[in-house]
């Protein structure tokens, strides 16, 4: 089973930026489709950001996009999520995901493979 780890989180300021970090085991899956997700308290994992198997293909949702830029270099087996003008709402624990055999993947149930998650908490 491919490992995904991820790392970064921490607590930040409104306003303030963050970058999280994902490491795949298996450079095989680290050129596929790859995507982060959040899931906040009460709340349902929800679809952040993801990034081609090549680094093209990318797409946001809306409450992020502008703000959340997601990345990758394949020969380190990694992918990133740089965030900045964080806001409270961006509160979660923020998973990276990997889609094998996808062009695109905006959807939970895409994603095949799941890290344990790192806590982003944007509070004053």
């Known amino acids: 089973q491919v490992q995904v780890v991820e790392s970064g ?7 303030g930026s963050l970058t999280l970090s994902c490491t795949v085991s298996d450079p095989t899956f680290s050129s ?9 308290p ?5 679809f952040v950001a993801t990034i081609g198997a090549n680094g093209g293909n990318t797409f946001y949702d809306d409450s992020v996009k502008g703000r ?8 380190k087996n990694m992918v990133w999520l740089q965030m900045t003008t964080l806001k409270p709402e961006d509160t ?16 939970e149930y895409e994603y095949d ?12």
């Open 9 to 15: 989180g921490g607590v930040v300021q409104p306003g």
């Open 32 to 40: 596929t489709v790859m995507g982060w997700f959040r899931q906040a």
């Open 42 to 46: 009460g709340k349902d994992r929800e």
């Open 68 to 75: 959340f830029t997601i990345s990758r270099d394949n020969a």
């Open 92 to 107: 979660a624990v923020y998973y990276c995901g990997i889609a094998p055999g996808k062009l695109v993947a905006i959807l």
């Open 113 to 124: 493979f799941w890290g344990q998650g790192t806590q982003v908490t944007v509070s004053t």
